[in-house]
């Protein structure tokens, strides 16, 4: 138990430095400094309106200055960050496969900060990760390099496809993703991420129109949608496929 209470807690100091990188590399701002402050009032913030999470409880969500109303993206994505670090190792196991369920993460609180604030994913942040993916592969060697490739071109020609198809209805950075994904989860595993994020995608964007939240025809960022369906063919892949077999073997 303390060592889960250990991963929350690098988990969560982690989201709060993502949800900085996320908002400053998109703009080419420095992600050192200047210090972290209120973009209403430029108040800098203090070492105690710096504590993740509870300093927005504490504050009731206002700047301290200014009372202006403080996103809660920046809480929930640093909670985020923690839960998602802790279910890794709860999910699958204490395997040397951690560093790279934690790597991949990291990345999709990022580029789900970074898409959510300005619909955007940068090339940098990609390389970034590229490389540190490609370290893990020397070292972890978890698919045939071959399947990495082969994945990889997949994830790129299909958002590719998809981007000429619709007239530009998918992003550059969306492609990008998708071609770095499948060089970390393979072949099978990248055709299921892709379905899950269509699916889920498809399905918040009607109940969104729905209900009020989202406009016919305004671009939604597709990012989160990304990350939810990569993590969940990532940990339970073989399970959604085999229950999808099983399935269709009995008739269904």
């Not at 995608?201 to 949608?225: D, M, N, S, T």
């Amino acid at each position: 138990m303390l060592l889960y209470l250990i991963i929350l807690f690098y988990g969560i100091v982690l989201g709060s430095f993502y949800n900085v990188v996320g908002l400053r590399i998109p703009v080419n701002k420095s992600i050192v400094k200047p210090r972290s402050a209120c973009p209403t009032c430029n108040h800098t913030l203090g070492p105690l309106e710096l504590i993740p999470v509870l300093s927005y409880v504490f504050q009731r969500g206002k700047c301290r200055v200014c009372k202006t109303r403080i996103s809660p993206l920046y809480p929930i994505m640093e909670l985020l960050t923690g839960l998602l670090f802790v279910a890794a190792p709860l999910i699958m196991g204490w395997t040397s496969e951690l560093w790279v369920a934690w790597t991949l993460i990291s990345l999709f609180i990022i580029i789900t900060v970074s898409d959510l604030a300005y619909m955007l994913i940068p090339d940098k942040i990609l390389l970034f990760f590229a490389g540190l993916f490609l370290f893990e592969k020397l070292l972890l060697p978890l698919t045939p390099w071959w399947d990495s490739l082969l994945a990889a071109a997949i994830g790129f020609i299909l958002l590719l496809l998809i981007s000429i198809v619709s007239r530009g209805g998918m992003g550059g950075g969306d492609i990008k993703l998708y071609a770095l994904i499948g060089f970390v989860v393979g072949t099978k595993l990248v055709l299921l991420s892709f379905f899950l994020a269509t699916l889920i995608g498809a399905v918040v964007g009607i109940i969104g129109i729905v209900v009020g939240l989202l406009e016919r025809k305004k671009p939604i960022p597709f990012g989160p949608f990304i990350a939810i369906g990569t993590l969940l063919a990532y940990f339970y892949g073989d399970i959604i496929i085999e229950s999808y077999l099983q399935l269709m073997s009995n008739g269904f």
